[in-house]
């Protein structure tokens, strides 16, 4: 009987305390808020206590899941270097075979320019410039230039950026001139398919890749090959880098080029002492390094 009281006892305590503990707890958020409301110092010292107190537990659970995540991190990265490392040693044999190949061919033909007394071609000069202005429209593609005729620049100087051409002086100024991009409709170049050799002109028509029209011979073009500049015309040196064919859908051959012009900001404008594109007066030419001369 006793037991049984008791027993009884405590089952009305508990019902009690979970009958009242809701209550408690709206009792104590209004507390809270009440007091947080009359003492803001006082709620921020004790939210900064807590925070302190739980940073060094927070700091220790978190550790290990860094350090897991760590170590998947470093397995993946050993993977994908391994497969690096495969794709650039082979890349590296590659490079050797043609470096080999071309050193073979430069001494084939330091010979033979030798055994054939070959004039050699003048070093070109060279000025760069920066693009400060781009003209381009869906109309047409060209580009303003900070150097003009006061620097020794003409028109139908070839525009390089590093070693390959990305379009012609069209318009010169004192202070100024137009580069006249590969891709714009008015851009006409003679040029090569490099292993055939079959020649052909470049035509923009301001899109992103120009065309190959009027190619000579009956060799077919695959995509894949580089298009370079032809000596036709006396506009250019032959051999300057353009692009390489993209594609030959229904007839059509498009070249991509080397450079896109979102790419462009210093460009190189070279005097092949040629002019062949565009007729020009030659003026005095100012003092100017060659390409390959360090500065002074």
Known sequence: MKQSGAVGRLATLRLLAQRSAFVSLILAAVALMIVGKADI?????????????LSPILDAMSRPAATVA??????RELASLRAENARLKAENQRLQHWQTAARRMEAENVVLHEQLNVVPDPEPGFVTARIVGDLGSAFGHSMMLNAGARDGVRKGQAVLTGEALVGYIAEVGE???????????????PVMVESSRMRAILSGDNKERPKLNYLTGNTSVAVGERVVTSASG????????????????????????????????????VDYGLGGIMPFEKPPTPDRRHRGQPAE
């Open 41 to 53: 110092v006082l709620i921020e010292r004790a939210r900064t206590m807590v925070a302190d107190a």
């Open 70 to 75: 760590e170590v998947m991190e470093n397995v």
């Open 175 to 189: 202070r100024s001139s137009r580069l006249l991009l590969l891709t714009d409709i008015n851009a006409k170049l």
């Open 234 to 269: 006396a506009a250019f040196p032959p051999g300057l880098p353009i692009g390489m064919v993209a594609s030959t859908t229904d007839g059509i051959i498009r070249v991509e080029p080397f450079v896109h012009r979102h790419e462009l900001e210093f460009v190189t404008i």
